[in-house]
């Protein structure tokens, strides 16, 4: 029987990224977006946010950074026993604590890729991996789930910071030119 993975975003960038490479990877993607319309080949539309995770093994969050705790809350409850809630935001600190308080019954996945939309696959790329309530686990399933991708586990604090660095020079570099 397929894998199912239900992407909440599906229709941004990296939504559509992560539905492409899930799909080229065997699983049953289905998707649900909000604000854009799903135009994917072999993307099962979900009419609804709940609807989309009833039956999912796997929830993929590609949903603005604002938003994902309060997105977390209103999903975790409604998702099947044993199933695992995915999130990448690049902000960790409150969606780490709305991860942590999710039901016992879903089990989190913290993620940060490295890499964007532009990435042709996941070999070689970066991703960070956040512990949030059994660290060894959570990796363990990310690295199935992301075969030949490299991974560096940190906890939420140190995330944000060393993200704020690396995008504070960025930002520095592209005001220099």
Known sequence: MKKTIAIIGVGGKMGRWFANYFQENGYEV?????ENQINIKN???ANSLVSAVLNA?????CTPTRRTPEIIRLIAKEMKRGSYLIE???????TAAALAKMPSKVYPICIHPMFGPGAKNVKGQHI???PIKDAKKELSVTKALFPGANFVTIDAIEHDKKIAVILGLTHLINVVF
Do not use: C, E, N, R
């Not at 289905?30 to 909000?34: F, N, R």
């Not at 990448?88 to 409150?94: A, E, L, N, V």
């Open 128 to 130: 960070i991996s956040i």
């Open 43 to 45: 993307i099962i539309p």
């Open 57 to 61: 093994d796997y929830v993929l969050l």
């Open 30 to 34: 289905s998707g649900y977006d909000s």
């Open 88 to 94: 990448i935001s690049s902000q960790k600190s409150k």
